[in-house]
Nanobody, 122 residues
């Protein structure tokens, strides 16, 4: 089992950057793909990015448009999401999840953190 905790959210102005972290405790973190999803009020949870156990990333390019970078450090049990040029549409609660299969379908993720709020507003 894996426990996940997100951090790094906050209130920023349009064009700013944030770095989110997903820190895991428990066994075999390196065996799980880790994904970032987000959910805005009144909307469904949507895929942002994921990274495999071999550190291969994939993105929802239509959403992040090359502004976000996902990375992992298995030694620290951490996956990070660097977000640049944030826009008001990026406002959401950001969640990380752990999956043995990975991919962009949130149903594939068995473990979730509690989320971290990102608000982009002038």
């Amino acid at each position: 089992q894996v426990q996940l905790v997100e951090s790094g959210g906050g209130l920023v102005q349009p064009g700013a950057s944030l770095r989110l972290s997903c820190t895991a405790t428990g066994r075999a973190f390196s065996s799980y793909a880790i994904g970032w999803f987000r959910q805005a009020p009144g909307k469904e949870r949507e895929f942002v990015a994921t990274i495999t156990t071999a550190s291969t990333p994939s993105y929802n390019l239509g959403l992040v448009k090359y502004r976000f970078t996902i990375s992992r450090d298995n030694a620290d049990n951490t996956v990070s999401l660097q977000m640049n040029n944030l826009q008001p549409d990026d406002t959401a609660i950001y969640y990380c999840g752990a999956s043995l299969r990975g991919g962009g379908n949130h149903a594939s993720y068995a473990y979730w953190g509690q989320g971290t709020q990102v608000t982009v507003s002038s």
